[in-house]
């Protein structure tokens, strides 16, 4: 993956010599099969809600962090009794939601609320 700072640099790299002889050589077969994006940073993160509405987008949300503001703290509460955690428990509570947020809980659901989100 490539990335570049501004459209500009993404335009000199494409119409490059460098690129074009790296493309060329008998070492590189397998970036003949290669694919090429270009996205916006914008875009690429938040395209799964292209097109719905922001009080939508905001009550799925909602729906996904609430619950996890409730539980994560009280799990890190109880590993706090165990293990002196000191001022690193918010840290962990706000590593824990945004992970699970990321990962776990929006995945899920954006796919319960699909059909609704992009009605």
């Known amino acids: 993956m490539i990335r570049f700072d501004t459209e500009e640099h993404v335009n000199a790299w494409l119409q490059s010599d460098e690129r074009k002889t790296i493309f060329n050589t008998l070492d590189s077969k397998w970036l003949k099969d290669k694919q090429e994006v270009i996205q916006n940073w914008n875009i690429f993160w938040f395209r799964i809600f292209e097109g719905t509405k922001k009080w939508k987008q905001w009550a799925v949300t909602f729906i996904a962090v ?24 918010g840290i962990i509570s706000a590593l824990m939601i945004s992970g699970f947020m990321i990962f776990l809980v929006m995945p899920f659901i954006h796919n319960l609320f699909k059909k609704w989100l992009h009605e």
């Open 66 to 89: 609430y619950p996890l503001t409730l539980i994560i703290p009280m799990m890190v509460k109880l590993i706090a009794k165990v293990i002196p955690l000191y001022f690193f428990a």
